[in-house]
């Protein structure tokens, strides 16, 4: 049976602190891999700037916003100025309804009931935010035909701000999940792993 190593870095504390690191992860496993395509995800641009100027082995970067009225009606939180930065050094932005929620969150948020899409949500974060942040952009992005189901994809999420999860990621459309495969963990956050009390 074949097998291989692969190291994975954990961060104890989450933040913008740890961006740096992780795009420097994630640059160096998609060589590592010959992966040509990062989906980043931005909540307010900060970590897509920092993205399209770092990622250098990439032939492709989709960035993956918040939809627009997440906060408060009509208000989109990726600013303008850094849509038209990222997109002009040749990234494209997808702005698009979360895959895990939508209409199973306005139910809960009008009747204080939970659905399917949000269990499925909460369950993730069991292995942090950033875990379900990599998947629900990786199927937002099959969705929008921006990345292939057949090949994989370096995956680039946080927790709150900046970024600390990256994933090796086979995508899969919103409606075939199951068929949803992570490769392999290249960082991610756990503020109770025992090397941090030795």
């Known amino acids: 049976m074949k097998e291989f190593e692969a190291k994975t870095t954990y961060f104890q504390e989450p933040g913008p602190a740890n961006t740096e690191k992780t795009l420097a992860l994630a640059n160096q496993r998609a060589k590592d891999l010959g992966i040509a395509t990062a989906l980043v995800a931005s909540t307010t641009g900060d970590t897509a700037k920092l993205a399209v100027e770092k990622l250098d082995g990439f032939k492709e970067i989709i960035i993956v916003t918040h ?4 906060t408060e009606p009509d208000v989109q939180e990726f600013p303008d100025d ?6 002009g050094k040749g990234a494209k932005v997808l702005t698009a309804q979360h ?24 369950t993730l974060r069991i292995f942090g935010q950033g875990m379900k942040v990599i998947l629900e952009m990786s199927m937002m992005a099959a969705d929008a035909g921006l990345v292939s189901t057949r090949k994989p994809v370096i995956a680039i999420a946080g927790t709150h701000r900046g970024a600390d999860y990256v994933a090796v990621v086979k995508p899969a459309n919103s409606f075939r999940f199951f068929n949803l495969e992570i ?3 290249v960082c991610c956050l756990s ?6 009390n030795m």
């Open 82 to 87: 850094i849509r038209a930065f990222v997109e």
């Open 99 to 122: 895959a895990m929620g939508g209409l199973n969150r306005a139910v809960r948020q009008s009747m204080n009931t939970y659905q399917i899409n949000e269990i499925i949500a909460n």
């Open 183 to 185: 490769l392999e963990w």
């Open 67 to 70: 939809v627009c009225g997440f």
């Open 191 to 196: 503020k109770s792993h025992p090397a941090f």
